[in-house]
């Protein structure tokens, strides 16, 4: 109903550049060529979700600052976060699902990262999953059906870190549970414990009513929605 209501003025701007159009000149206004867009004129000058738009920026700029010499990826975006990343550096991109496009700088392999039996122990030193980890085992995204994906993706993740190495990891947090089959909401605790043999040293978050934290407390969020 919200949308609806820009109707009125949906019209009155059609009327409006029929009466000012003349005749021969470009772009002449057409019934059947119609395409209704309401309720723009309200919205602000950018809009983005904001758990993902956040998450990109704070992910490349930390990937950006360290400038590592090759970066692997599992499951995130390509649309999104790869994509910045593909602007100063090349990326491996791991995921479930296949990926047909030849994309400058992206090197894709299709595989499931709860095991990663290919790569060893200890050998990537730049690595990231933002919002993936949510979605291990559920079935959503074509993956086999398992309780424990998550905390064996998390366990993997941990494996193939490097000494020294930076992973940089993102996931719904707040009142820990399931919302099958789209994704899990972690309690902050949860996931420093599957990952208890790294060292955490920068926690950032989005709130419930879209605001981000770039220097956060886990604590603080284990009482968010989401």
């Known amino acids: 109903?919200?949308?609806?209501?820009?109707?009125?003025?949906y019209i009155g701007d059609a009327t409006s550049y029929a009466r000012q159009s003349v005749a021969g000149e470009s772009f002449p206004i057409r019934r059947r060529?119609?395409?209704?867009?309401?309720?723009?004129?309200?919205a602000e000058a950018a809009m983005f979700d904001g758990h993902?738009?956040?998450q990109d920026l704070w992910a490349a700029r930390k990937v950006l600052e360290h400038a590592p010499a090759e970066h692997f990826d599992f499951g995130s975006r390509v649309d999104g976060f790869v994509a910045h990343l593909l602007t100063f550096m090349p990326v491996t991109v791991i995921d479930v699902r296949p990926l047909d496009e030849d994309i400058e700088g992206l090197h894709f392999i299709q595989g499931d990262a709860t095991h990663l039996l290919g790569?060893?122990?200890a050998s990537l030193a730049s690595v990231s999953s933002l919002h993936a980890v949510e979605h291990f085992g559920l079935g959503r995204y074509g993956d086999p059906v398992d309780p424990r994906a998550a905390d064996k993706v998390m366990a993997t993740l941990s494996r193939v870190l490097a000494p020294k190495g930076r992973l940089y990891l993102s996931v719904?947090?707040?009142?820990?549970?399931?919302?099958?089959?789209?994704?899990?909401?972690?309690?902050?605790?949860?996931?420093?414990?599957?990952?208890?043999?790294?060292e955490l040293i920068s926690f950032a978050a989005v709130d419930d009513?879209?605001?981000?934290?770039?220097?956060?407390?886990?604590?603080d969020f284990d009482n968010a929605v989401y």
């Open 1 to 9: 109903m919200r949308t609806l209501a820009g109707l009125p003025k």
């Open 33 to 42: 060529d119609l395409f209704l867009v309401l309720g723009e004129h309200r």
């Open 52 to 54: 993902y738009f956040h």
């Open 119 to 121: 790569i060893p122990d």
């Open 172 to 198: 719904p947090i707040g009142r820990e549970r399931l919302m099958f089959n789209a994704h899990r909401i972690f309690s902050p605790s949860t996931v420093l414990n599957a990952m208890s043999g790294l």
């Open 209 to 219: 009513s879209g605001r981000f934290h770039p220097d956060a407390e886990p604590g």
